[in-house]
């Protein structure tokens, strides 16, 4: 949600709820008023509290045989930045510690562990796991392939 739609959800609440509110004030019923109020003050917290949110962003990038996690708020900069050897990182998608828990999407290296994907949805994370599996797996076969192709070519 963009700050300009929220601000029309906004807009368009308070005119809805405000008019609701001051018929049923005229016609005599003013403890409505207040609590409209209140529905108002909720309404926008809960706007500015999903944009603040929506500004969270996670950064995966492969350059070359290293794998780059940049985390932080657009805007902001990286609160947290790493870089890891692509041939030892491992991708692993994790079951929740009880049954209806969601699935934690983790990237491995040695005893590190980075998890991403906090804010997607359980399908979400098995397809960026299976994703970022392929992308690391090809970042392992691009050099090794190229060789072992050229060398078949050559005759050597």
């Known amino acids: 949600m963009t700050v300009k739609v929220a601000w029309s959800v906004m807009g368009l609440m308070t005119l809805v709820s405000m008019a609701i509110a001051l018929f049923f004030t005229v016609q005599g019923f003013w403890p409505i008023l207040p609590f409209a109020g209140l529905e108002l003050a909720a309404l926008g917290l809960a706007l500015y509290v999903s944009l603040k949110r ?5 950064v995966i990038a492969f350059e070359g045989n290293r794998v780059r996690v ?3 708020m657009s805007g902001e900069g990286a609160r947290l930045s790493i870089d890891w050897p692509r041939s030892s990182t491992r991708i692993l998608l994790e079951q929740g510690i009880h049954r209806n828990d969601p699935t934690r ?3 491995y290296n040695g005893t590190r562990r980075l998890v ?5 949805t359980d399908e979400d994370r098995e397809r960026l796991a299976a994703r970022l599996r392929e992308l690391i797996l090809a970042g392992w076969r691009v050099e090794p392939l190229e060789k072992a192709g050229h060398t078949a070519l050559d005759g050597n």
Not at 54 to 58: D, F, I, K, M
Not at 116 to 120: H, I, P, S, Y
């Open 54 to 58: 929506n500004r969270y962003r996670e």
């Open 70 to 72: 940049e985390c932080g």
């Open 105 to 107: 999407l983790c990237l």
């Open 116 to 120: 991403l994907g906090r804010c997607l």
